[in-house]
Nanobody, 122 residues
Framework: QVQLVESGGGLVQAGGSLRLSCAASGRTSTYYAMGWFRQAPGKEREFVAVITWRGNSTYYADSVKGRFTMSRDNAKNTGYLQMNALKPEDTAIYYC???????????????WGQGTQVTVSS
């Protein structure tokens, strides 16, 4: 089992930045990819970004490419999502997830955090 806890969400003005963290505990010795997803009110959960276990490869949704950067520090069992140039349409609950595959589909991930709210005002 892997437990994930997100932090770093909050309220920010359009154009601002936030950095989300995802702290993992439990069976963190298992090699797993880490992904970020988000869900806005009335919308389905959507993929945001994913990073390999080694941190040597990332992939982003087109909507965030060039603005968001994902990284991880395995020594701290923590992943990060640096979000710059935030837009009101980025407002959502952001979830981190862990799974064995480097994937964009949510059903590839076995473990999920509880989510952290990000609100971007115009």
């Amino acid at each position: 089992q892997v437990q994930l806890v997100e932090s770093g969400g909050g309220l920010v003005q359009a154009g601002g930045s936030l950095r989300l963290s995802c702290a993992a505990s439990g069976r963190t010795s298992t090699y797993y990819a880490m992904g970020w997803f988000r869900q806005a009110p009335g919308k389905e959960r959507e993929f945001v970004a994913v990073i390999t276990w080694r941190g040597n490869s990332t992939y982003y949704a087109d909507s965030v490419k060039g603005r968001f950067t994902m990284s991880r520090d395995n020594a701290k069992n923590t992943g990060y999502l640096q979000m710059n140039a935030l837009k009101p349409e980025d407002t959502a609950i952001y979830y981190c997830a862990a799974g064995r595959n480097f994937a964009v589909q949510a059903d590839n991930y076995n473990y999920w955090g509880q989510g952290t709210q990000v609100t971007v005002s115009s």
